[in-house]
Structures are given as structure tokens and as C-alpha cells.
């Protein structure tokens, strides 16, 4: 296995693994303020947009190239 290939995988792993753990802090802030369920939608629309647009990004330029 070369290093970039082990790059690419270990990036793809990190990252997923990064977006679950903000997903996890995103419910927990939710949960420990008190949001009710249209607060802890809000919070995952505003807070979860960068990295579900990082997502597609990703997606695109997988089908377009």
C-alpha cells in the first residue's frame, strides 16, 4: 500500500468518524439546553450544513470527474 493511498483511506475514516462526533455534540448541546424537538431541528439544519455540504462536495466531484 502506498502513502497515498493510505492517505486517501485514512482521511475517508477520520472524517466520518469527525462527523459523528459532531453529530453527538450537536444532540447534546440540544439535549442539555433544554431544545425541544423544533430547537434540536434547527440546531441539526444550521450546525449540520457545513459538513453535509463538505459531504456533497465530495459526492460531486466523484460523479462529474
Given amino acids: 500500500m502506498s502513502e497515498a493511498e493510505f492517505s486517501a483511506i485514512a482521511l475517508k475514516v477520520c472524517l466520518t468518524g469527525l462527523i459523528g462526533y459532531m453529530l453527538w455534540i450537536i444532540y447534546n448541546v440540544g439535549k442539555d439546553s433544554g431544545a425541544g424537538r423544533y430547537g434540536m431541528m434547527i440546531l441539526f439544519i444550521a450546525l449540520g450544513a457545513g ?4 459531504v456533497m462536495k465530495g459526492v460531486l466531484q466523484y460523479f462529474f470527474s
Fill in 51 to 54: 459538513f453535509f455540504s463538505f
